[in-house]
């Protein structure tokens, strides 16, 4: 059975052509079809030519949203003795050792992100069946598996995401709020460009970039046009 949609969204998409919008142009379009009754994200979702099922195509990574993503990020910290107080001075949410670890196997899952410092790895690893689905498992690619953890809190705090592509080869990503400037949303739109562009996985063969579409939480999709996107100077996104 069809999923109905609503006259709100197909009013939305009859304001979308069926075409490849100019960055800022598609941009524009995303906060003016984001009329939601609560502030919408702004989404992009990103078609590569990978097949992560092989080890050599696989994409996961973080990126530094220089405008930050509008929302409020908990993080929590496993770590041990003055690596816990640390991260408690430096603005973890949560922090402890075997007794988190305990909480979080119990469902208790109230952060965004999860940093371990390495020796506690060994004991993190029992999480992975609960964490992994949920995109929480601390990784060194991830940036959420070290010692710094007052950098890492710093990071996460201000604007930091970690993305993979999922099993078909497709990034979803979060990359600011719909109430944010037109200026703001193109600065972080390219920084995450650029970021999947940095991390191409070797085994990549062929065209990299096959679509990359936007949209507001509840709103249509508008497809980018990437090469304009690519040939933007970050400076110009800025």
Known sequence: MAKKVSRRLRELQAKVEDRAY??????KLLQETA???????AEAHIRLGIDPKYT???????????????QV??????????????????GADLSGSEEL?????KGMLDFDVLIATPDMMPQVAKLGRLLGPRG??????????????????????????????????????????ATFSTEDLLANL?????????????GAKGRYWRSIYVSSTMGPSIEVDINALRDMKSTDAA
Do not use: C, W, Y
């Open 56 to 70: 050599d195509q696989q994409l996961r990574t973080t990126v530094a949203l220089p405008k930050g993503t509008g």
């Open 35 to 41: 009329t939601a009754k609560f502030p919408e994200s």
């Open 101 to 105: 670890i305990d909480q979080i196997q």
């Open 136 to 177: 929480l498992m601390p990784s060194p690619k991830g940036g959420t598996v070290t010692f710094d953890v007052t950098q890492a809190i710093a990071e996460f705090k201000a604007g930091k995401l970690e993305f993979r592509a999922d099993r078909t080869g497709i990034v979803h990503v979060l990359f600011g709020k």
């Open 22 to 27: 100019e960055p800022l142009e598609a941009l």
């Open 190 to 202: 390219k920084a995450l460009q650029e970021t999947i562009d940095r991390n191409r996985p070797s």
């Open 73 to 90: 990020v908990r993080v929590a910290v496993i770590a041990r003795g003055e690596k816990v107080t640390e991260a408690s001075n430096s």
